[in-house]
Nanobody
Framework: EVQLVESGGGLVQTGGSLRLPCVAS????????IGWFRQAPGKEREGVSC????????DYADSVKGRFTISSDNAKNTVYLQMNSLKPEDTAVYYC??????????????????WGQGTQVTVSS
């Protein structure tokens, strides 16, 4: 059974930090890129960051560049999203997803095959 399990969400003040792990199972982790997406109430799901299967390629949405960092631990089938300098506009449900892809990744949700259930991140002003 394919599973992607996010955790680490919560309530944090403006300027604070959170680290979101995404633990994958049930598929070949080394053949898949992992992406982080978020969806705020009334808004479309948007790509936040992604990392290629090898970890050698990453991408970030302009809104999070310089504040968020994605990394992977292939031995643990886990991808992390480190979020620093959080802002109220970062408030959303954060999802991780997996896409069969080698050496590349995309921030387009439609390319992803498997999705987690999401974790809520709330940044208070």
């Amino acid at each position: 059974e394919v599973q992607l399990v996010e955790s680490g969400g919560g309530l944090v003040q403006t300027g604070g930090s959170l680290r979101l792990p995404c633990v994958a199972s049930g598929f070949t982790f080394d053949d898949h890129a992992i992406g982080w997406f978020r969806q705020a109430p009334g808004k479309e799901r948007e790509g936040v960051s992604c990392i290629s299967s090898s970890g050698g390629s990453t991408d970030y949405a302009d809104s999070v560049k310089g504040r968020f960092t994605i990394s992977s631990d292939n031995a643990k089938n886990t991808v992390y999203l480190q979020m620093n300098s959080l802002k109220p506009e970062d408030t959303a449900v954060y999802y991780c997803a997996a896409e069969f892809a080698l050496n590349a990744c995309t921030l387009t949700p439609g390319f992803y095959d498997y999705w987690g259930q999401g974790t809520q991140v709330t940044v208070s002003s």
